[in-house]
Nanobody
Framework: QVQLVESGGGLVQTGGSLRLSCAASGRTFNSYDMGWFRQAPGKEREFAAAISSGGFTYYANSVKGRFAISRDNAKNTVYLQMISLNPEDTAVYYC???????????????WGQGTQVTVSS
C-alpha cells in the first residue's frame, strides 16, 4: 500500500514556473515507477511525465522541454519542475505509483488527491 500526497500547486502567470512535490508513504517507494498526470475541466486525465524506479524519464510531447520529473528515494518524494507555463497547462495535477511504468492511468495502482495548477494569461 502506498499513500501519495501532492503539494506545490498554485496560481502563476504565463511564462512562470512551479515545482510540484509528491510525498509517498511506505518503505517500498524506490521499487515503484512514478508518474504525473493532469486533468483539465471537462477533459480526460492525461499523462504528463513519468520516472522509472531506475531513473529513466518519459514525457508527453506537450510538456517535453518544459517539465522535468525527478525523484529522491531517500525522501520518498517525486518532483515535477514546470517552466514556461501557459494557460493550457491549467489542470489538477495528480501523482501516481505503478509497479510497471506506463503512460495511461490504468497502468497506475495508487493515486494522490491532486493539486491545482492555474496559469493566468
Amino acid at each position: 500500500q502506498v499513500q501519495l500526497v501532492e503539494s506545490g500547486g498554485g496560481l502563476v502567470q504565463t511564462g512562470g514556473s512551479l515545482r510540484l512535490s509528491c510525498a509517498a508513504s511506505g518503505r517500498t517507494f524506490n521499487s515503484y515507477d512514478m508518474g504525473w498526470f493532469r486533468q483539465a475541466p471537462g477533459k480526460e486525465r492525461e499523462f504528463a511525465a513519468a520516472i522509472s524506479s531506475g531513473g529513466f524519464t518519459y514525457y508527453a510531447n506537450s510538456v517535453k522541454g518544459r517539465f522535468a520529473i525527478s525523484r529522491d528515494n531517500a525522501k520518498n518524494t517525486v518532483y515535477l519542475q514546470m517552466i514556461s507555463l501557459n494557460p493550457e497547462d491549467t489542470a489538477v495535477y495528480y501523482c501516481a505509483a505503478a509497479r510497471r511504468l506506463g503512460t495511461t492511468p490504468e497502468a497506475y495502482d495508487y493515486w494522490g488527491q491532486g493539486t491545482q495548477v492555474t496559469v493566468s494569461s
